[in-house]
């Protein structure tokens, strides 16, 4: 019976470092946009309850219960500064001004322990956030938006 524990164990550990991975690849994520996420979530929760139904163990529920808490967790989490920059991406909306897209910036960032995005004026209309140009982790990642008369038009966001 140890051994079933540890096998159920075993696989779980190799289940929610996957979706850790994906989570990770997809920084940013909401659980409405990225259907593999729940379809992932759903299919190893449905696997884990299968393995305890089957050697009808109530012990064995437990590992179940406890891996769709966690998982349930995962996206209020923040790994790295690139998840409140890409939710602050996705908040942008045609029409709102450089204080708006500023706010949003810095309230996304205020919300995590994160140090807010340096802020350059790349040209007239053309504002730029960097992550931290003193972290190799994270200098190569930016948000570039564009304005018109200070009026949001559109952004790029790499997060190489």
């Avoid at 994906?22 to 593999?36: A, H, I, R």
Wanted: glycine share 4%; hydrophobic share 45%; aromatic share 18%.
């Amino acid at each position: 019976m140890r051994i079933l524990h540890n096998c159920i164990l075993f696989i779980i550990c190799i289940c929610f470092t996957l979706t850790i991975l994906f989570l990770d690849l997809m920084e940013g994520f909401s659980l409405v946009k990225n259907n593999f996420y729940i379809i992932f979530c759903a299919i190893t929760t449905l696997i884990f309850f299968s393995i305890a139904t089957y050697f009808k163990r109530k012990k064995l529920f437990i590992y179940p219960i406890i891996y769709v808490l966690i998982v349930l967790l995962l996206p209020f989490t923040n790994f790295s500064p690139t998840k409140p920059l890409k939710r602050s991406y996705y908040r942008f909306r045609q029409g709102m001004t450089v204080g708006e897209i500023t706010n949003i910036v810095e309230g996304e960032f205020a919300k995590t322990s994160f140090s807010n995005p340096k802020i350059r004026q790349v040209g007239k209309d053309t504002q730029q956030f960097i992550l931290d140009p003193n972290d190799s982790d994270y200098d190569s990642f930016w948000l570039i938006v564009y304005y018109k008369n200070n009026v949001y038009q559109r952004a790029r966001i790499s997060l190489d």
